[in-house]
C-alpha cells in the first residue's frame, strides 16, 4: 500500500512538471506569436504611415493648384469685368491707358508676376502683349507654341455670367496656368456693350521651379517642382492638365514610416530576446517548485480544468484585444467582468455581476439587450455605448459581443471617450475660430446657405452685418500681439452679448466679424442693434491698466431684398461697410444699389492718381505767413494739389484720404517734401517752410530717415523746415510717436501742431511732446463774432502757447477784422486768405520778401 501511494506521488509529481512545462512552452508561444503580430502591425503601421503622409502631401499639392487657379481667376475675372477695361481694350485699344498708365500693364508682372498678357480681339487676333512686363507684339499663340482657341471660346461663353475660366498647359516644356475672360462692362453703367463678341483677355502664369518652390512652401508641401523623366514612375506626382498634357508635379515626401520602422523592430528584437531569457529562468524554477510540489491526483485535474476554462477565455481576450470582458447569460444578467472593468469604469464588480447589463450601458439606438438579439449580426461589427462611470461622468464604450457555445454572449469593452470627444472637438475647430471661439468663415457660408435656403419672404428676412474694427491696427503694432488678441476676445465676447440666441457672430478675419440676424424685421431694430453694438465697442478695453479704444463701422445687407446668395450678400455687406468708414466711421449704412458705381468711381481715382504721381501732376502751392506785429513774411505752408488732365485741378482734402488708403501716401509726401525744400532752397535764409505730415507716415516708413535723406540732397538748412501734425498721431500710438518726434528735433527741425483745437487732447499733448509751434485751426477765427468770449478763448490759446514757449500762429485769417484781433491778443503769427491765398511758385517767388501796408489790404 504505501508503495503503491508513493507511485501515485511520483506519477503526479511527473505529470505535473511536464504540465508546467507544455503549459510554459505554450506560453511561451503565445508570446513568440504576440511579438511576431506585434512585429507585423508595426510594418503596417509604418506602411501606413507612409501612406498617409503621401496622401496628405498629395492633398496639399492639389490644394495649392487649386488656391493659385482660385486666384489667378479673381484677378482674370477684377481686371477683364471692368467698364474701364472694356472701353480702352476692347472698343478701342489704348496703349497709353493700358501700357503706360500702367492700367493693365507691367504691374501685372511686377506685382502678381505673371509672365503672359495679351488681349485678343472679336476677330481672334492678339491685339495687346505684355510678355514679362515689356510691351511685344506676339501673337498669344505662337508664345505659347499652341493654339488656345479652346480657352478662348470658353472664355467667352462666360460672358453673361462673368465667369473666367481657367487651364494648365505646357509651355516649352515648364507647366504654366493660364486664366481668360471675355472683357465686359462690368457693373459700370456709363459704359454701352457694343454688338462684337467680346475681346477676350489673357494671363498666363508660367510655374518654374523658383514658383513652384514658393508655391509648394506655402503649404508646406517640400521640393516641389515639375516630374523630369526619371521621375515619372515615382509616387508623389500630380498630373497637371487633361491626362497631365500640362506636365507633372513631383515632390518629396518624408517617411514617418521608414523612420518608425528603423527604430520599432530593434526594440522588438531586444524584447523578444529578453522573453527568452525570463522563460528559460521560469522554466528551470518551475520545474523545480512543480518537484516540490505534492498534489494529488484530483486537485491535478481540477487545476487541469481551471487552465483550460482560463485559457479559453485568455484567448478571447487576445482576439479582441480589449480593455475590459463581460459575459452575460441568457436572461441578459453580467456573469463575469474582468478586473480591469474596475480600473476603467471605477465602479464595483461585485456591484454589477448579477445586474441586467442593459442597466449599466445603453445605445444610441436603443438597448443592448436589443442589439444583440438581431438576427444574423456580424459578429466584427461592435456598438458604441455610453455609461456612468462613479463620478457621475458620462463615458463612452466601444463593446464587441460573441454569442456563446453555451448561452448568452460574452465581449470585450473599450473605452473611447476621449477619442469621441477628440473627433467632437476636431469638427468644432474646423468650424470655429481658434483665438476667440467663434464660428469662422466656414460655418459661416453653412450658417448663411441654410438659412438662405429656407428664406421664402421679404417679411421675415436675413439682416447681415459686417463689422470691422476702426483703430486695431495701432493696438497690435504698438502693444504687441497679445494685447491685439485681448483686444479681439474682448470684442468677440460684447459682439455675442448684444445678439439673440438664434443669430449668428463670426469672425472672418483679423479685424472682421460678420453677424447674422435671422429675427428682425424693422429698421428701427436694426437700427438700434448697430447703436448697440458700436457703443459697446467704444468701452475702454483695460489691457495692463492701460485703456484702449477701438470703434466699429458696420455695413447692412438685406436677403431677400439686395440679394439671395450669401457670397454676394457678404460681398454687399462689404460695400456697404466701406461706405460707413468713407462716411466718417463709427456708423452705419444700408447697401445701396449705386454704391457700385462709387466704388468704380473712386478705384479710377486711385488709379488715376498712382499715375500722377509718377508723371508729374501733382503742383505744390505755397501760402505766406506773416509776422502779425511787424507784417514781416516768415515762410510758407506747402499745399498740395493735383492737375487732373480731365477734372482740373482737384484740392488734397479730396485725394489725400485716396492717398492713405491706397498706400501711396509715403510716395506722395516724398515728392512733397523735397520739392518744399527744394524750393526753400532758393528762398532768402530768413524764410522757412511747412509742410503737412500724413499719421500714417509716424506708424510706416522710416520718417526720421526720409526727411534727413530729403534735407540732405536738397542742402536746406533743417532749422528752415518745419513739419505740421494734427493730434490724430499722438492718439493713434503715443509711445511710437514720441520717440519719432524726437529723433526729428535731433535732426534740427522744427514741429508744430496743426489744426489745434479741433480735437479734444491737444493740450496735454503740447506739454509731453516736442513742440516748437502751434497752429490755431481756422475754425475758431472763422466763427469769431468780434464779442468779448471769443477774444477771450483766442487770447487763452496765445497765452498758453506763450507758457509752453511756442510759437502760436492763427490760421484763416480772412479779415482785416481778424487781423485786428490777433494783433490785439498779441498772437505771433497768421496766415489766411486775407493776407495771402496759396500761390504757385512763380507767384510765391514774386512776393517773396514784400511787405505791405497792413490797414488797407492786409500784407499783400
Ligand atoms: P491745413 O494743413 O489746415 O491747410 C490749410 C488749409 O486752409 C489749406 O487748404 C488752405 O488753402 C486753407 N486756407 C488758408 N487760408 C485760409 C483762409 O483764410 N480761409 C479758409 N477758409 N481756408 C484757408 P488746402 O490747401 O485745401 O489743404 C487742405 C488740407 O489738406 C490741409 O489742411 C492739409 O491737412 C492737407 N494737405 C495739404 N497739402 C498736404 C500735403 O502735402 N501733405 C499732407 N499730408 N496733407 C496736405
Ligand atoms: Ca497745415
Ligand atoms: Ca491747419
New binding site residues.
Partial sequence: MPNNFASIVTLSSRSSVSLARASLFKFAGLLAGVFLLASVSLIYLAHDLDRTEEVESAFYTKKAMQSLEKSLRSTVKDYAFWGDAYKHLHTEVDLDWAFVRQNVGPTIYKDFGFQGLFVVSDVNRTVYSVVKGELKSVEVSEWLKQSIAGIIDKARAGAETETPTTAFINVNGVPALIAAAAITPGTDPSVVADDRSPSVLVFVDVLNSAKLKLIGNDFGVKHLHAATADEAGATSLLPLGIDGAAGTLHWSSSKPGLRLLKLGLPLIGVALLLVCLMTWAILRRTTAGALVLDSSYASLQRSQEALATGEARFRDVVETSSDWVWEIDADWRLTFLSERFEDVTGLSRDAWIGAMIDDLLCTELGTLSQWLSIPNRRPDLSVQCRYVDTQGRERITRLSAREMTGEGFRGTATDVTEEVEARRRIEFLSQHDALTGLPNRRRLHEFLDSKLKALQTAEQPLIMLSLDLDRFKPVNDLLGHAAGDLVLNEVSSRLAECVRDGDLVARIGGDEFVLILTDMSIQEQVEALCRRLIESIERPITIDEQDVFVSTSIGIAIAPTDAFEATELLRYADIALYEAKAGGRNTWRYYAGDMNAKIIERRRLESDLRFAIKHGELRL?F?PRYRIADGQMVGA????RWQHPERGLI???TF?PIAEEAGLILSL?DW?ISTACRCAAQWPESLFVS????PIEFKRGNLVERIQKTLHDSGVDPARVEL?ITESVMLDGAAGALEVMRALKRIGVRISM??FGTGYSSLSYLREFPFDGLKID?SFL?RMGGNEEDTAIIKAIVGLGRALSLIVTA????TADHLELLKEVSCDEG????LSR?LDIDSFNALAGIVVDVKEDGFR
Fill in positions: 502751392y501760402q505752408e506747402a499745399l498740395v484740392p488734397p482734402d489725400i509726401s512733397v509742410v503737412n505730415l500724413s505740421e496743426d489744426d481756422r472763422n490760421e484763416g485769417v480772412e496766415q489766411g486768405y486775407f496759396p
